[in-house]
């Protein structure tokens, strides 16, 4: 065998560290050998029931043990654990499941009701497993997690079809058009990605004897601060399982910086995952205000993607644990690798500027290089290991990923400009994606739901800068002859029908969108007017 398989690392772990913690959310400890024979029931009971080879497991569940040990199922199993975003409404959800194929979701009894309003539209959906997070009883079409987990398997759980590094593992993101795209990542491409940057055993071929000899003590914990759904706190719990760490959990469902910081100091976590500003700017908040409270000293790296983190925050944090790597990663679920601003001591790296990957390149609109100094924005482009593509959409797939000079690239849309030094300053994506608190809102999705409310003739959406978030999302609204704009009615409409975060923040009226001939419209004109009318109050 010589490519990478998740489980088959995963499983080297249990057997080395049988007595360690895998996995620790407040009082539960789940150590490596629980987390491996839980994993094995659920694989065997997903097999049972009639899973084929490479099917797809949905996994609707916030962040859990149980998380963890049906994507190590699926792993088992040969089959593709698929990440599923709990504040999806019922549309978005009933089309990521049928998009995906799924043939199981493992969903918290928290989900319940919405499950049961939509589970005569997921037909394809054979298994339910319901999580108990003290919610309510569980209903009889669904089977019970806890005795999935507990059925008594002999031996470990391994599919008719065997594994494989082609195994995929599928993670949904926004796509251009609003709707969820499944980015599909070979499970031997994501382990050299994700492992082979700081180690150079798992940029090569898979040697499994090398890694049993090599495992022979806990590893770092880790702690993802995000959720599990988003691709940063899944990537973050993969690579850190990998190699016989253990992940930490929060236990709160919102984010709550006391019981981060509490966490840290508690488990003595190593590395943390968070999301840019709209984690760092309440830990520096905390942390100043009661200098001393916490001690995060075991922390080697505080590592981010997918928000900015700004330079003065990231200054605040290191007066409190100088010792400590700030790492401003540059990358998407699509791409890998992009580039890297690493801050210590004193030296905080400026907000979005980034060290290239050595595997990433700025390109203009004929393929060619952006030279340095040049002040040309051109399009990023990554390559090394990346995704396949995503998941039944060719076309997407090929304007995504391309190929240049011999060398397949992923180049998922973000501008930057390349510095006379040689580093990368980044501009945004090229389209109009708006990026509140790390989650990418499309306004093209949210403008139809707008324009669905009766007093609305026209919409647009766009994204004003916010401390904390990065972007705020705000809708410019021309009203229909005759009718009022009631902000709190409209905002109440969208999310009546998307999910929370993406309804607008504020609503402003505006006399006409100004649509042009061909129905485009000037985004940037109407995001000053935007940012203009809230500072006038």
């Known amino acids: 065998m010589t490519d990478w398989n998740f489980a088959h690392l995963w499983e080297i772990a249990a057997d080395n560290l049988p007595g360690a913690p895998a996995v620790v959310q407040g009082a539960r400890r789940t150590l490596w050998a629980d987390f491996d024979r839980r994993s094995d029931g659920v694989a065997r009971t997903l097999l049972d029931r009639c899973a084929a080879q490479q099917d797809k497991v949905a996994l609707y569940l916030y962040n859990a043990p149980e998380y963890l040990e049906g994507c190590f199922a699926a792993f088992k199993a040969g089959l593709v654990p698929v990440n599923t975003n709990y504040r999806y409404a019922d549309d978005e959800l009933v089309y990521l499941w049928d998009n995906a194929d799924a043939v199981a979701v493992v969903f918290h009894g928290s989900f319940t009701e919405r499950v049961e309003r939509i589970r005569d539209r997921a037909p394809k959906v054979r298994s339910w497993l319901w999580v108990d997070d003290g919610s309510g009883p569980r209903p009889d079409w669904a089977l019970d997690y806890e ?22 593992m599928m993670l949904y993101t926004g796509g251009t058009t609003g709707m969820p795209k499944g980015v599909m990542w070979r499970q031997d491409d ?78 003595h976590v190593n590395i943390a995952a968070i999301v840019g500003d ?25 590592s981010s993607s997918g928000v900015m983190w700004s330079a003065p925050v990231k200054e605040s944090l290191l007066r409190h644990h100088p010792g400590m790597q700030l790492i401003d990663n540059f990358g998407s679920s699509e791409a ?71 060398r397949r690239y992923s180049v998922p849309g973000d501008y930057a400009v390349v510095e006379a030094d040689g580093t990368l300053t980044l501009l945004g994506r090229g389209s109009v994606c708006i990026n509140t608190g790390g989650e990418k809102v499309f306004p093209e999705e949210v403008e139809e739901a707008l324009k669905l409310h009766p007093s609305i003739a026209d919409a647009v959406v766009v994204g004003v800068p916010d401390d904390r978030f990065g972007e705020s999302i705000t809708a410019v609204v021309e009203a229909r002859p005759g009718s009022a704009v009631d902000e709190a009615d409209i905002v109440d409409h969208v999310k009546g029908r998307l999910a929370g975060y993406k309804a607008p923040r504020r609503v402003l009226a505006i006399d006409t969108i100004g649509r042009a001939p061909n129905g485009k419209v000037d985004y940037k004109r109407l995001k000053q007017y935007a940012v203009d009318t809230l500072a006038a109050g």
């Not at 709209?278 to 790296?301: E, Q």
Request: charged share 20%.
């Open 147 to 168: 005795a999935v987990a507990a059925t008594p398997v002999e031996g470990r759980v391994s599919a008719p079809w065997g594994r494989s590094g082609d195994d995929l």
């Open 278 to 302: 709209a984690f760092a700017k309440p830990m520096a908040a905390a942390l100043d205000a009661s200098p001393g409270r916490w001690d995060i000293s075991s922390l080697v790296a505080l």
């Open 190 to 267: 994501l382990v050299r990605g994700l492992l082979g940057g700081t180690n150079a055993r798992y940029r090569h071929d898979a040697d499994y004897d090398a890694i049993r000899a090599k495992i022979t003590r806990p590893g770092k914990v880790s702690l993802p601060a995000c959720p599990l759904m988003h691709g940063t706190g899944w990537f973050t719990a993969l690579s850190i399982l990998a190699v016989g760490g253990c992940v930490a959990l929060l236990e709160q469902r919102h984010f709550d910086v006391e019981e981060l910081l509490g966490v840290i100091e508690r488990e």
């Open 336 to 406: 890998m690798g992009m580039g890297q601003s690493v801050s210590t001591g004193a030296d905080a790296v400026r907000t979005a500027k980034f060290r290239l990957g050595e595997n990433t390149r700025v390109i203009d609109d004929d393929g060619d290089d952006v030279a340095p100094g040049s002040g040309v924005q051109g399009r990023v482009a990554v390559g090394g290991f990346q995704p396949i593509g995503y998941y039944k959409d060719p076309d997407k797939s090929a304007a995504t990923f391309i190929v240049l000079d011999g």
